[in-house]
């Protein structure tokens, strides 16, 4: 597709569980962000991937959190023993990468609705 | 700490109705600010990137100007389908490649 993909588009989980929430990026964009939004809040950064270089990820509310991109491009967020604190969208977004600044325009995703039973 | 705030939170137009959303910035320097567009159940769609202080930029009605503590995004003559959540966004240059997201100033335009 021409856009950022994100699935599932909902997710209704019990208090404990793991979840993967799944983000596809927009072909050839080198960066990839994770972030979240609670209802009524701006977007909470949690992670930055850019090409092959160590992420950042300074945005991570705990140790639950935790995401990886496979080959450059896929890339999953899991959060483990979820909590309800832990409900919100959780929104993808790429951009071409780091070099010039209209290259650092994001392209969202629809996003991940995740509530935590 | 670098911080956006967008005001007002909520506003509510009829059709016709020009005005302007304020988002004003701290940062220690700025690389670039960021307008989105965002429908419910949908991710931000972006709008316009402003460099540099007194740049403008124009897109249908709506038209993004930057001081050097604020942008404004004023809206003319709206029309009903204008009616989303704007979203304000710094990119800092002590931040990296990260972003600060204001939280949103919701529009509402009436028929």
């Known amino acids: 597709g021409a856009g950022v993909s994100q699935s599932p588009s909902n997710k209704v989980t019990e208090k404990g569980k793991d979840v993967e929430l799944r983000c596809d990026p927009i072909s050839g964009h080198t960066a990839l962000y994770w972030y979240r939004q609670s209802l009524g809040q701006g977007l909470e950064f949690l992670i930055y991937?850019?090409?092959?270089?160590?992420?950042?990820k300074s945005g991570l509310p705990s140790d639950r959190f935790s995401a990886e991109r496979t080959g450059g491009s896929v890339s999953t967020l899991t959060i483990q023993r979820t909590q309800q604190e832990d409900s919100a969208v959780y929104l993808c977004?790429?951009?071409?990468?780091?070099?010039?600044?209209?290259?650092?325009?994001?392209?969202f995703g629809a996003g991940t609705r995740l509530s935590v039973l | 700490e670098d911080q956006v705030t967008q005001s007002p939170e909520a506003l509510r137009l009829q059709e016709g109705e020009s005005s302007s959303l304020n988002c004003s910035y701290t940062v220690s320097g700025l690389r670039g600010l960021f307008w989105y567009r965002q429908d419910p159940g949908k991710g931000p769609e972006f709008l316009f990137t402003?460099?540099?202080a007194g740049e403008e930029k124009e897109k249908e009605r709506l038209k993004a100007t930057l001081t050097k503590k604020e942008s404004f995004l004023h809206i003319t003559a709206p029309k009903p389908e204008d009616s989303a959540t704007y979203l304000c966004a710094v990119q800092p240059y002590n931040y990296g490649q990260n972003f600060v997201f204001g939280p949103g100033t919701r529009l509402s335009v009436l028929p």
């Open positions: 991937f850019q090409g092959n270089s160590a992420p950042d």
């Open positions: 977004a790429s951009s071409l990468g780091p070099r010039g600044l209209a290259k650092n325009i994001q392209y």
């Open positions: 402003l460099y540099s």
